[in-house]
């Protein structure tokens, strides 16, 4: 039987892949373009313009600048007239009334719920009240703040109620009676 050789049999040559074509073209555009560019740039190296005469450029750059003139003395007169002066500011009067202002943060049909809002009310630092109020549509809780004094005061409390995220609350003149 005869015995084949697997390993010494070799594989099949190949020839190598072809080369790639050299782009004489652009090798020419680019010679081209880079004596084009060093041609100009020798024709415009003597071609500078002549400085005027009479001018203050000099062609000799070694020169001295001419040294620049003493700032001027600055005057202030703000510094002896603003401490005289007064400012006068007109501010409205804030108009004070007998009817408070009050805020009403939430209306509940269920007295837990309320309770739970007041709660976090109070997370925010504030004092709250439950209102059992018997309207058209049964027995409500409100939950209210105040009575302020101003509204400006009752804004202030809003403001640090929207902080904690408690933004249903109403500012309005009540009469608690």
């Known amino acids: 039987m005869a015995h084949k050789d697997y390993v010494s049999r070799g594989k099949a040559k190949q020839s190598p892949p072809p080369k790639p074509p050299v782009p004489w073209m652009r090798i020419i555009i680019?010679?081209?373009?880079?004596?084009?560019?060093?041609?100009?740039?020798?024709?415009?190296?003597?071609?500078?313009?002549?400085?005027?005469?009479g001018s203050t450029q000099s062609t000799d750059r070694r020169q001295q600048p001419e040294p620049l003139p003493e700032p001027p003395e600055e005057e202030w007169e703000f510094i002896e007239t603003l401490p005289n002066r007064t400012v006068e500011v007109e501010t409205p009067?804030?108009?004070?009334?007998?009817?408070p202002w009050l805020m009403q943060c939430a209306s509940f049909k269920?007295?837990?719920?309320?309770?739970?809002?007041?709660?976090?009310?109070?997370?925010?630092?504030?004092?709250a009240q439950i209102r059992?109020?018997?309207?058209?549509?049964?027995?409500?809780?409100?939950?209210?703040?105040?009575?302020?004094?101003?509204?400006?005061?009752?804004?202030?409390?809003r403001h640090r109620l929207q902080d904690v995220n408690i933004n249903t609350c109403q500012i309005w003149h009540w009469n608690l009676d």
């Open 93 to 99: 009067e804030i108009e004070t009334s007998d009817v």
């Open 30 to 53: 680019t010679l081209a373009l880079i004596i084009g560019f060093a041609t100009f740039l020798w024709f415009i190296k003597d071609n500078a313009p002549e400085p005027a005469p």
């Open 132 to 157: 059992a109020t018997n309207g058209s549509n049964g027995l409500w809780y409100r939950v209210i703040l105040g009575p302020y004094e101003s509204k400006r005061n009752a804004e202030r409390d």
């Open 110 to 127: 269920q007295r837990p719920q309320a309770e739970e809002m007041r709660a976090k009310i109070a997370f925010a630092g504030l004092e």
